[in-house]
């Protein structure tokens, strides 16, 4: 590694709820800058959760993001000439990161409304226990547990 490691920024929180969480959220939605418009998209996300589930939207978030992240995950790792897939535990920030990158790709994979509706959707699904995202979560899951043979070249 060249040179020395990137500082950690200090995100602000969000404007309407003050959590730094959300504000998170919005900018894994972001694109092009366009921050107002990922506020739009995350708020409206959360109305349509109050109004369709009659539930607290934050409680929800929460639930979903819980439910979401991820406890292992595999990284491949080569060793004399065989590539393995070696399950490692998930730290810190990076469940976060995970949660965050499976719901957004969740919420686009749904057709037909806006993103919005969409992204409350998958929430309200993934605070089931249900949805693509926590799919995917499932899937991360027992290919670490398949692999768990390998955990030793960690």
Do not use: C
Request: no cysteine; charged share 35%; proline share 3%.
């Amino acid at each position: 590694m060249r040179g020395k490691k990137a500082p950690k920024r200090k995100i602000e929180a969000d404007p309407k709820f003050q959590r730094v969480d959300i504000a998170k959220l919005i900018n894994k939605i972001m694109e092009r800058g366009k921050k107002t418009i990922a506020q739009k998209v995350v708020y409206g996300a959360f109305e349509y959760i109050s109004s369709k589930a009659k539930e607290d939207p934050i409680e929800t978030f929460d639930a979903a993001i819980r439910n979401i992240s991820p406890n292992l995950e595999v990284k491949g790792k080569r060793i004399g000439g065989a590539n393995y897939q070696v399950p490692i535990v998930v730290i810190g920030d990076r469940k976060m990161t995970l949660a965050y990158r499976w719901l957004i790709e969740a919420a686009k994979a749904r057709k037909g409304a806006a993103m919005s509706v969409r992204l409350g959707e998958e929430l309200l699904a993934a605070a089931k226990g249900e949805g693509s995202a926590m799919k995917k979560r499932e899937d991360v899951q027992r290919m670490a547990e398949s692999n768990r043979a390998f955990a030793h070249f960690a």
